[in-house]
């Protein structure tokens, strides 16, 4: 299933953490340097390694467009360069100066985390790189972070076993004892799951620590709930400290590496591990997913970094298990259909939809018309968002079936991106689609609704290429 195909040895000392944007992958070591590698080839980039730091460099992280690569490090601060040509392009001190052990970007580029040894968590504006807020969690190191996919809260961990939600604003939400000996990592799965039962969507997160566990949490942040963490399963494997656990892209695997000196790979639909590995001969301690490319990065003590390719045939990286039925709506029965009005929001259909006997055929062929008159669906705001489900289901069917990558596909049109520009929000667009959004005099984010900042559009060239890679990959398979 993965294969190791490249092993990197540069660093002179332990590896504390890698991470991998859609061209580049970033490690950083108690050497105290950052080395940037081209994902063609494995070389590394002309301006590597990045010095600067004075101590070791426990962490860093991409930006969501790849421009921009943040370390961080024991000598207090967190480092941002620029990933083109890397240039600093500033030293943020983390307030009281403590140590920095994590650093994560939010989804939409807004802000950069950075958490510290005393506790310190500082929220920075990505643009401005200046504090926007900062806060404390009540005991312990902070060692881990992750954002939820819609940037709207992020978690963090902490040497004394706490999770700590925080919205955007350094409220915290909610604090949970998650690892008696201490958290040591924490990642978000960028798929939501529906619960079945209420139609709610859920965060997936996984937490492992000191206590050699791997934990699931079903996470849901609502308005009128506050929030909810449901503790789901725990996941056993490695018979001392987990140091590290990552989602691959499309959530339906996950990683985890161990002072055991193993890297074990889990399939999420079934909590069953799908392979152990092995080649490390000291602790693992940082695993990574690229996002475009079935890759995993994994470092060690051992001062190496192991890149492992996964079989493209396996439904790991370019589809999602989740496309299988997708493709294949028509064939889908009327309890199929019945999960899926659930997962949707629209648990009070269920019973209608039984009674006229709608299976995945019928809900396919479905029309205004048809929900109106046969149906008796008298609302029209349930109509419209049935519709709009159903429309998006065909897309899926439609995309499923070349199973493009969401990061592909344009917010706007929802088809595969051939000009890719970055906008003010952060996120990308076809170029096209965007310039005739901003000129019907929309001053707004497609994604967030927020005003934009600015109508600049940079051509967003890392992810062009990302997509003409996968192309070229799909034209040889087919």
Same mark, same amino acid.
Request: charged share 20%.
């Given at each position: 299933?993965?294969?190791?195909?490249?092993?990197?040895?540069?660093?002179?000392?332990?590896?504390?953490?890698?991470?991998?944007?859609?061209?580049?992958?970033?490690?950083?070591?108690?050497?105290?340097?950052?080395?940037?590698?081209?994902?063609?080839?494995?070389?590394?980039?002309?301006?590597?390694?990045?010095?600067?730091?004075?101590?070791?460099?426990?962490? &860093?992280? /991409? @930006? %969501?467009?790849?421009?921009? *690569?943040? $370390?961080?490090?024991? #000598? =207090? !601060?967190?480092?941002? +360069?620029?990933?083109?040509?890397?240039?600093?392009?500033?030293?943020?001190?983390?307030?009281?100066?403590?140590?920095?052990?994590? &650093?994560? /970007? @939010? %989804?939409?580029?807004?802000? *950069?985390? $950075?958490?510290?040894? #005393? =506790? !310190?968590?500082?929220? +920075?504006?990505?643009?401005?790189?200046?504090?926007?807020?900062?806060?404390?969690?009540?005991?312990?190191?902070?060692?881990?972070?992750?954002?939820?996919?819609?940037?709207?809260?992020?978690?963090?961990?902490?040497?004394?076993?706490?999770?700590?939600?925080?919205?955007?604003?350094?409220?915290?939400?909610?604090?949970?004892?998650?690892?008696?000996?201490?958290?040591?990592?924490?990642?978000?799965?960028?798929?939501?799951?529906?619960?079945?039962?209420?139609?709610?969507?859920?965060?997936?997160?996984?937490?492992?620590?000191?206590?050699?566990?791997?934990?699931?949490?079903?996470?849901?942040?609502?308005?009128?709930?506050?929030?909810?963490?449901?503790?789901?399963?725990?996941?056993?494997?490695?018979?001392?400290?987990?140091?590290?656990?990552?989602?691959?892209?499309?959530?339906?695997?996950?990683?985890?590496?161990?002072?055991?000196?193993?890297?074990?790979?889990?399939?999420?639909?079934?909590?069953?591990?799908?392979?152990?590995?092995?080649?490390?001969?000291?602790?693992?301690?940082?695993?990574?997913?690229?996002?475009?490319?079935?890759?995993?990065?994994?470092?060690?003590?051992?001062?190496?970094?192991?890149?492992?390719?996964?079989?493209?045939?396996?439904?790991?990286?370019?589809?999602?298990?989740?496309?299988?039925?997708?493709?294949?709506?028509?064939?889908?029965?009327?309890?199929?259909?019945?999960?899926?009005?659930?997962?949707?929001?629209?648990?009070?259909?269920?019973?209608?939809?039984?009674?006229?006997?709608?299976?995945?055929?019928?809900?396919?062929?479905?029309?205004?018309?048809?929900?109106?008159?046969?149906?008796?669906?008298?609302?029209?705001?349930?109509?419209?968002?049935?519709?709009?489900?159903?429309?998006?289901?065909?897309?899926?069917?439609?995309?499923?079936?070349?199973?493009?990558?969401?990061?592909?596909?344009?917010?706007?049109?929802?088809?595969?991106?051939?000009?890719?520009?970055?906008?003010?929000?952060?996120?990308?667009?076809?170029?096209?689609?965007?310039?005739?959004?901003?000129?019907?005099?929309?001053?707004?984010?497609?994604?967030?609704?927020?005003?934009?900042?600015?109508?600049?559009?940079?051509?967003?060239?890392?992810?062009?290429?990302?997509?003409?890679?996968?192309?070229?990959?799909?034209?040889?398979?087919?």
């Amino acid at each position: 299933m993965a294969t190791l195909i490249h092993t990197l040895a540069d660093h002179s000392d332990d590896i504390n953490y890698c991470a991998f944007s859609s061209s580049c992958l970033a490690t950083c070591s108690l050497d105290k340097t950052v080395r940037v590698y081209s994902l063609n080839n494995f070389t590394e980039l002309p301006y590597s390694p990045l010095k600067g730091h004075t101590y070791a460099v426990h962490c &860093c992280c /991409f @930006s %969501p467009s790849g421009h921009v *690569l943040a $370390s961080c490090s024991t #000598d =207090g !601060t967190t480092a941002v +360069w620029d990933a083109g040509d890397g240039r600093r392009l500033a030293v943020l001190e983390q307030p009281g100066g403590s140590p920095v052990r994590v &650093c994560r /970007f @939010s %989804p939409g580029a807004a802000y *950069l985390v $950075s958490g510290a040894a #005393d =506790g !310190t968590v500082a929220l +920075w504006n990505a643009r401005s790189l200046k504090l926007h807020r900062s806060g404390n969690v009540k005991d312990g190191s902070l060692v881990a972070c992750a954002f939820s996919p819609n940037g709207n809260f992020f978690v963090t961990g902490s040497s004394c076993g706490d999770l700590t939600i925080w919205d955007d604003k350094m409220r915290c939400l909610h604090n949970e004892k998650a690892h008696d000996l201490g958290v040591t990592c924490c990642d978000i799965s960028s798929q939501p799951i529906s619960d079945g039962e209420h139609g709610f969507r859920y965060f997936q997160m996984a937490s492992c620590g000191q206590d050699n566990q791997i934990k699931l949490w079903l996470l849901l942040v609502a308005d009128f709930s506050g929030v909810e963490l449901k503790h789901k399963c725990t996941l056993g494997g490695h018979s001392a400290p987990v140091l590290a656990c990552a989602f691959s892209y499309d959530g339906q695997l996950l990683v985890s590496g161990s002072v055991d000196k193993s890297v074990i790979i889990y399939e999420m639909s079934t909590g069953n591990t799908l392979q152990t590995l092995t080649q490390h001969t000291r602790y693992v301690t940082t695993c990574a997913f690229a996002p475009y490319s079935p890759l995993l990065a994994t470092g060690s003590m051992d001062k190496t970094v192991n890149i492992w390719q996964f079989d493209l045939k396996q439904p790991c990286a370019g589809t999602t298990a989740e496309d299988e039925p997708q493709a294949a709506v028509e064939a889908w029965s009327e309890d199929d259909v019945s999960a899926w009005l659930r997962a949707q929001d629209l648990p009070d259909l269920v019973g209608l939809f039984k009674t006229n006997n709608i299976d995945g055929k019928e809900l396919l062929n479905l029309t205004k018309e048809s929900l109106t008159n046969e149906l008796k669906i008298e609302s029209l705001g349930l109509r419209s968002k049935v519709l709009q489900k159903i429309e998006d289901l065909r897309m899926k069917m439609a995309s499923a079936s070349a199973a493009v990558p969401e990061e592909f596909l344009c917010p706007i049109t929802r088809e595969l991106m051939k000009d890719p520009v970055i906008a003010a929000d952060g996120y990308s667009y076809e170029k096209e689609a965007m310039e005739s959004w901003i000129s019907t005099n929309r001053r707004s984010s497609p994604m967030t609704n927020l005003p934009l900042p600015s109508l600049l559009l940079t051509p967003n060239r890392t992810l062009k290429m990302a997509i003409g890679r996968w192309l070229e990959t799909r034209q040889k398979h087919h």
